[in-house]
């Protein structure tokens, strides 16, 4: 029997279906007739190409984790100052609905994360690289003279991850802060950290 082609173009659509899945329904209990529902292919396509449901929910994570990080450093602006780049990496890290589904697989990945430890080095290796992402901009404002620190880099970047992540965790559950709200918190907290006002520069996400 001849294969199907495209079979890499055809994974990628099942991944992008699976996170419309795990976004409805959640991740306990997901079915391959799930994944079909939001895909031009069958449940028997699914089956074909991931026998084993578990392998395409790893993809799941590996994909949101992967867009979630180069999406947010891969935004830069030519001539950014540190205080615009440091507003901008803020602002890319909240969810801009509570329909954002890389936002809503994320979470729900997290939750699962204690249970499969694969998915407990994908959250971590995902931490160390939001932390990476606001100590290189934090480093990047000191040496120019634009962050006067109040504590050391590394403990206000994994503060502001944190911060994010908390953040984003109580608007996807309904809090009644919007995406401005949630900004201008963080971005308070960063002013007193670094001692300068943040600049806002247009931006997409």
């Given at each position: 029997?001849?294969?199907?082609?495209?079979?890499?173009?055809?994974?990628?659509?099942?991944?992008?279906?699976?996170?419309?899945?795990?976004?409805?329904?959640?991740?306990?209990?997901?079915?391959?007739?799930?994944?079909?529902?939001?895909?031009?292919?069958?449940?028997?396509?699914?089956?074909?190409?991931?026998?084993?449901?578990?392998?395409?929910?790893?993809?799941?994570?590996?994909?949101?984790?992967?867009?979630?990080?180069?999406?947010?450093?891969?935004?830069?602006?030519?001539?950014?100052?540190?205080?615009?780049?440091?507003?901008?990496?803020?602002?890319?890290?909240?969810?801009?609905?509570?329909?954002?589904?890389?936002?809503?697989?994320?979470?729900?990945?997290?939750?699962?994360?204690?249970?499969?430890?694969?998915?407990?080095?994908?959250m971590a290796e995902l931490y160390r690289l939001e932390v990476s992402l606001y100590a290189a901009v934090l480093n990047e404002g000191v040496d120019s003279g634009a962050?006067?620190?109040?504590?050391?880099?590394?403990?206000?970047?994994?503060?502001?991850?944190?911060?994010?992540?908390?953040?984003?965790?109580?608007?996807?559950?309904?809090?009644?802060?919007?995406?401005?709200?949630?900004?201008?918190?963080?971005?308070?907290?960063?002013?007193?950290?670094?001692?300068?006002?943040?600049?806002?520069?247009?931006?997409?996400?």
């Amino acid at each position: 029997m001849a294969r199907p082609k495209n079979q890499a173009g055809r994974r990628a659509q099942l991944v992008q279906a699976a996170k419309q899945a795990i976004a409805q329904r959640g991740l306990n209990g997901l079915r391959t007739i799930d994944v079909a529902a939001h895909s031009e292919l069958g449940a028997g396509s699914v089956a074909y190409y991931y026998p084993d449901l578990g392998n395409l929910v790893r993809e799941v994570h590996e994909d949101a984790v992967s867009r979630f990080y180069w999406n947010r450093r891969e935004q830069g602006i030519a001539g950014e100052t540190p205080e615009a780049k440091l507003a901008r990496i803020i602002r890319s890290g909240i969810p801009r609905s509570r329909d954002d589904v890389d936002f809503q697989v994320l979470n729900e990945l997290h939750t699962h994360a204690y249970r499969d430890s694969f998915h407990a080095g994908l959250m971590a290796e995902l931490y160390r690289l939001e932390v990476s992402l606001y100590a290189a901009v934090l480093n990047e404002g000191v040496d120019s003279g634009a962050f006067t620190m109040t504590l050391p880099v590394g403990t206000v970047a994994s503060n502001l991850v944190a911060l994010e992540d908390a953040y984003g965790l109580h608007f996807m559950g309904g809090t009644p802060l919007d995406a401005e709200d949630i900004f201008r918190l963080i971005a308070a907290n960063a002013e007193v950290l670094t001692g300068c006002r943040l600049v806002e520069t247009t931006m997409t996400r």
